[in-house]
């Protein structure tokens, strides 16, 4: 009598396999012609487990089928160097955000200073880098500084009575969007060079000499460009260039209206709003408080002040510089 044969396959564990001890068996006694074919060693998956090749059991004539790759996501247009021409060039929004301006879409001074556009989603994290799983909420752009400074905003995300900001600026010197670094929530202002920007900075709570109210003050901040330094510029806030580029334009706790040479300076006031400090409607943190003045023309602007009650006091005063 035979025994049964000990099989042993490459890849495979030695163990006795009767079926194959059959068949080798019979070959031995001239039962077969050729050996029976070889069994494909055993593929290692992840796990441990094993599995018989895909490829070794397709037939040898069987065409090769290549899954398709996934689309690759388009590379964004190449901005235009020049500021204003990336404004221009940037597709009119087509995902429905809108934008705190007269027509949702742009709003334009009549000195043509200060221009604001939402964005589409896809567009804005094309451009900047903003990762997909980043939170999203709405995207504009504002062009600053007689057109020196493209400023893209991404509202990031928004809860009880705040939304976070991050900010990317586009300048003749550096070109194409790069980061700003903390929170530009606050009004935004540029130098006509695109040197540095101007931004509203909380400071701590203080009492200032009219008002017997302690709150939080607004400063404007210098933020230098392209190193991002940061410093003191001016005792006010909520800055416009003027229409000729010599000034800063800014507001103070009562809703007066400065001006403080672009170069820096000690702010000069150019028209008084008659109220007090606890008069105007104040909460920093949320944005609110007295907004930059617009330019009704060259030598005249107009500005307003919102009371805590909701009612707004409107001004239209000459301004010469």
């Known amino acids: ?24 068996l019979l070959c031995f006694l001239g039962g077969c012609a050729a050996p029976p074919p070889a069994v494909p060693p055993a ?21 090769t089928v290549l899954e398709p790759a996934p689309p690759a996501s388009p590379a964004p247009s190449p901005l235009p160097d020049d500021p204003t021409a990336a404004f221009h060039s940037a597709p009119s929004n087509e995902e429905g955000d809108t934008v705190d301006a007269p027509d949702a879409g742009v709003a334009v ?7 604001k556009r939402a964005l589409s989603e896809s567009w804005c994290r094309a451009h900047t880098g903003y990762a997909p799983a980043e939170p999203f909420e709405s995207c504009s752009v504002e062009l600053l500084g007689a057109g020196a400074v493209l400023l893209l905003r991404i509202v990031t995300e928004c809860g009880g009575d705040s939304c976070g900001v991050r900010g990317w600026v586009h300048t003749r010197q550096k070109p194409g969007f790069t980061a700003v670094p903390g929170d530009l929530g606050g009004n935004v202002a540029a ?3 695109g040197e540095f920007l101007v931004i509203d ?52 706790r009562a809703g007066n209206v400065l001006r403080v040479p672009v170069a820096g300076g000690r702010p000069e006031r ?29 030598e005249r602007l107009v500005f307003t002040v919102v009371r805590p009650d909701g009612s707004v006091l409107r001004k239209e005063v000459p301004f010469r510089e």
């Open 191 to 193: 130098s006509p060079t």
């Open 270 to 298: 150019v028209a008084r709003s008659g109220l007090l400090p606890r008069d105007v409607y104040w909460v920093p943190y949320s944005y609110i408080y007295p907004d930059p003045v617009e330019f009704s023309a060259a």
């Open 201 to 252: 900075t909380e400071t701590p709570e203080g009492v200032q000499a009219d008002s017997p109210v302690r709150h939080e003050a607004l400063v404007l901040e210098r933020i230098d460009l392209p190193t991002f330094t940061r410093r003191p510029f001016a005792p006010c806030f909520s800055a416009v260039l003027s229409p000729r580029a010599r000034f800063f334009v800014c507001r103070d």
């Open 109 to 115: 001074a009549s000195t043509g200073r200060f221009v």
């Open 43 to 63: 593929a290692k998956q992840p796990g441990g487990a094993s599995t018989t090749s895909i490829a070794a059991e397709r037939p040898a004539d069987a065409p």
């Open 1 to 24: 009598m035979f025994r049964p044969m000990k099989v042993v396959l490459a890849g495979a564990r030695n163990e006795t396999s009767p079926a194959l001890t059959s068949a080798w």
